[in-house]
């Protein structure tokens, strides 16, 4: 072989290396993955055009920002964070966040601020953290996402809630909701700074995604009910890890999901309470689990092993992910396991 060939040659198989590497920002799909941090929450999110949107951080410590920074640099292939947005100020949603700015770059983080009766701190070291701009967010803030060259479909992710604020149903041309009231039966209330929770929706043409953070049981109603400011979503995030203060059923019935995925622990979320909430909503034909549930109650309360991403207990799991890729156009999605080989696809509403 030349010297010309053997150059050539390289080149051309560099190219096809970096074209798969960059995948996501190069076949115009939108790609979401829910990192494995062991019962606390990180959603990522990759659009077309290469931006990253991170929704929570996991636990304090290495592991969870570790998972975090492997999938961002070596599976989605991006440079950083250019969108933080953290849900609320619980460890397993913020904790990650000082030590993930000194593995990468932030550019933007949006939280609650500091706010009048507020029942958390996460304090000094995380609001001073290393990041680009911080920015509090509110009912309607609407995050500013690049559209890719070429593409005809434009990336939304707006937030409908925080705070125990919600936005108005005229600015979402909401609907009444009036038929399924009788589906709430109120909790007793949770004091904790989960009930101010930021809720997300993410649109990419027709396919919604919807992420509460660990909005609780009442608040919940309040988003659906007397008008579904939501609207229907292919995919929810089972909120609150799968606990059942939150996963309210008149949640479930008003979005219709038709996929569920839970960022559960191995002894943590999954409760049968919410199990059989999930089960019992026809609409949902998948449910996927980050962890299969180890409690003793687990035995009847986890789905098939081919939709759970990791088995062992804490110590002994290798932190799997799962991987949601929805088409150019929006209408399709596939979730995906990549560690066992499961996909499949699903059709958006």
Not at 209 to 222: C, I, S
Not at 254 to 275: H, W, Y
Request: hydrophobic share 35%.
């Amino acid at each position: 072989m030349t010297r010309t060939s053997f150059l050539v040659c390289t080149l051309t198989i560099w190219a096809v290396m970096s074209s798969n590497l960059s995948a996501g920002r190069q076949d115009g799909r939108l790609d979401v993955y829910w990192i494995d941090v062991e019962g606390g929450a990180a959603t990522l999110m990759i659009t077309p055009a290469g931006e990253s949107i991170l929704i929570d951080t996991g636990n304090p410590g290495l592991r969870d920002p570790g998972r975090i920074a492997k999938v961002v640099n070596e599976v989605a292939r991006v440079r950083g964070v250019d969108h933080l947005i953290i849900t609320h100020y619980h460890r397993d949603h913020y904790g990650g966040a000082e030590q993930l700015s000194t593995m990468l770059p932030i550019k933007n983080i949006y939280d609650n601020g500091v706010f009048d009766g507020m029942p958390d701190n996460p304090g000094k070291a995380y609001f001073e953290l290393k990041a680009g701009q911080r920015h509090v967010i509110n009912p309607g803030t609407r995050l500013s996402l690049k559209k890719a060259d070429g593409s005809k479909v434009h990336p939304q992710l707006v937030c409908l809630g925080t705070r125990k604020q919600f936005v108005s149903p005229q600015a979402v041309a909401a609907t009444k909701n009036d038929a399924r009231g009788s589906l709430h039966k109120p909790k007793d209330r949770d004091g904790s700074d989960n009930a101010n929770s930021v809720v997300m929706l993410l649109s990419y043409g027709p396919f919604q995604f919807y992420d509460g953070g660990d909005l609780t049981w009442n608040q919940e109603k309040r988003l659906v009910h007397p008008y579904n400011l939501v609207g229907e979503v292919d995919v929810y995030q089972v909120t609150h890890h799968g606990l059942n203060s939150s996963n309210n059923p008149i949640v479930l019935q008003s979005l219709q999901p038709r996929v569920a995925i839970m960022n559960n622990g191995d002894r943590k979320g999954c409760t049968p309470e919410v199990f059989a909430n999930l089960k019992a909503t026809r609409s949902i034909e998948a449910i996927y689990q980050v962890h299969k549930n180890l409690r003793a109650d687990g035995k009847n309360h986890n789905v098939a092993d081919e939709f759970i991403a990791n088995f062992a207990d804490a110590k002994g799991c290798q932190g799997h992910y799962i991987k949601l890729s929805v088409a150019p156009d929006g209408a399709s999605y596939t979730v995906a396991i990549p560690a066992h080989g499961h996909q499949a696809e699903y059709q958006t509403k």
